[in-house]
């Protein structure tokens, strides 16, 4: 009640969410508080979440952030959905979203932008900008997100929160909407590591309605929070601090790292020499799998649909041109050009050779060092508007995060020392199936 409290209260100033299930809610705490006094309480007993609106919610609208789903109401529940309601937690709605998880400031929703709580002529970042804000106004305790290039990091960044991307094929992706698949995985987004453990404990692990999902053992991650970090070795990328880091953002970082080697990390430069290529490559891989992904809104078997189609070829157009916002379209245009027949090998085949020098890069560093330390995103939250005419500049809020997608890493965010009263994000990158140990770091900081 307190937190549903807190969303009418001040969610019609932020809009991070896009449907509040305040009934719902209700009836989800009630069932949680008849577990406990069973004796038969989840892990997540009662605790408020909410989730991205990429996850599908059975009998409540998944939208996606687009006006193309915007009458979707889910069938079914994602396995990241399902796994928490199992462990006891009580979602309160489904948050606002870049659409199509397309953007790095929740200006492209079709549900219009969230606002930053830390200062709301901002940007909460993106994609996950309505978990981000949301959990970051305690609108919730913690909120699913997503990342395909950075948009469980970047926001929680600029939300001063602490933001985990699991390894690719830790957590199922059955019931989330794709956009990226070789690239997309579901995450937390929390206060601390401490309060992502738990959650992440309830999503990760294997599920055979996902073929890329990773039939590995899951650690107990609260545990690991213990683990001591005396002799850890990080990485510092040269190519990470270089031209468009926000030298006021870049002494934030200094200082973070400093607390790591005091607290008894070794720290030392490495090189990431293909990382400045991650940013193009994305943007050829990311469109390419998106065009495709976004091929089955033809408004014939859901979604949105024209009014009075005059044959097939109107009922497409006309439902495409007006379903999908500004951003999807140029992402789907791009894709089937670099896809097409005579351009495919000059982009696309180009881009996934170099994604390969990409991954190589980090597995020779890892050989070296256990995390990689950099930071997050180049700057504080920027103005709501500033960017949204300029895709470019857009593009470069990931310039950081990127990498760990194409490379399927697991990496993490957490709040480093404010700069002008805005969040930071110090970034830490892990080895594969290594979230214990970017989680006992992050612990270890706060
Ligand atoms: N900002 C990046 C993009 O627009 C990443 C988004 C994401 O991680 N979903 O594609």
């Known amino acids: 009640q307190l937190y549903l409290q807190r969303i009418e209260r001040l969610d019609p100033d932020l809009n991070a969410f896009i449907t509040v299930t305040a009934e719902e809610a209700l009836a989800a705490a009630e069932r949680a508080d008849a577990r406990r006094r069973a004796g038969d309480a989840g892990p997540l007993n009662g605790i408020p979440i909410a989730h991205k609106d990429i996850f599908c919610t059975r009998g409540v609208r998944t939208s996606c952030g687009s006006r193309m789903l915007d009458n979707f109401?889910?069938?079914?529940?994602?396995?990241?959905?399902?796994?928490?309601?199992?462990?006891?937690?009580?979602?309160?709605?489904?948050?606002?979203?870049?659409?199509?998880?397309?953007?790095?400031?929740?200006?492209?929703?079709?549900?219009?932008?969230?606002?930053?709580?830390?200062?709301?002529?901002?940007?909460?970042?993106?994609?996950?900008?309505?978990?981000?804000?949301?959990?970051?106004?305690?609108?919730?305790?913690?909120?699913?997100?997503?990342?395909?290039?950075?948009?469980?990091?970047?926001?929680?960044?600029?939300?001063?929160l602490t933001g985990l991307k699991p390894t690719y094929g830790r957590v199922s992706r059955w019931g989330m909407i794709a956009f990226a698949s070789s690239l997309d995985q579901g995450g937390i987004l929390a206060r601390s590591a401490a309060d992502i453990a738990p959650l992440l404990q309830a999503i990760a692990g294997f599920d055979p309605q996902d073929s890329t999902s990773a039939d590995v053992p899951v650690p107990d991650y609260t545990?690991?929070?213990?683990?001591?970090?005396?002799?850890?070795?990080i990485g510092l990328p040269e190519e990470y601090f270089g031209a468009g880091l926000d030298p006021a953002v870049a002494a934030s970082i200094e200082a973070a790292i400093d607390e790591l080697r005091r607290l008894g990390a070794e720290v030392k430069p490495i090189r990431l020499p293909n990382?400045?290529?991650?940013?193009?490559?994305?943007?050829?891989?990311?469109?390419?799998?998106?065009?495709?992904?976004?091929?089955?809104?033809?408004?014939?078997?859901?979604?949105?649909?024209?009014?009075?189609?005059?044959?097939?070829?109107?009922l497409y157009k006309r439902t495409r041109a007006e379903g999908f916002g500004a951003e999807a379209k140029r992402r789907i245009m791009v894709g089937t050009y670099v896809l097409s027949a005579g351009y495919y090998d000059a982009y696309y085949l180009k881009a996934q050779q170099i994604r390969h020098l990409i991954s190589d890069d980090f597995r020779r560093a890892f050989e070296e060092v256990d995390l990689i330390a950099g930071p997050t995103s180049p700057t504080t939250a920027f103005p709501l508007g500033a960017k949204v005419d300029d895709p470019v500049a857009m593009y470069l809020n990931d310039i950081y995060t990127i990498a760990a997608n194409l490379a399927g890493l697991p990496a993490l965010s957490l709040p480093a020392a404010p700069v002008g009263g805005l969040p930071v994000g110090l970034h830490l990158i892990g080895n594969y199936f290594d979230e214990t140990r970017l989680l006992a770091t992050a612990h270890r900081l706060q």
């Open 73 to 160: 109401i889910a069938p079914y529940d994602a396995t990241v959905v399902e796994r928490l309601e199992q462990a006891g937690a009580v979602m309160l709605g489904k948050t606002n979203m870049d659409e199509f998880a397309m953007g790095s400031s929740n200006e492209t929703s079709w549900y219009g932008p969230v606002r930053n709580p830390w200062d709301r002529t901002r940007v909460p970042g993106g994609s996950s900008g309505g978990s981000a804000a949301a959990v970051a106004a305690r609108l919730c305790a913690a909120a699913t997100g997503t990342d395909t290039g950075g948009s469980i990091r970047q926001p929680a960044a600029l939300c001063g």
């Open 223 to 233: 545990t690991a929070l213990g683990t001591n970090i005396a002799g850890l070795r």
């Open 275 to 314: 990382s400045p290529l991650s940013v193009p490559v994305y943007y050829v891989v990311a469109p390419a799998e998106c065009s495709s992904n976004l091929a089955r809104y033809d408004g014939v078997r859901f979604g949105h649909r024209c009014s009075d189609p005059q044959g097939l070829e109107d």
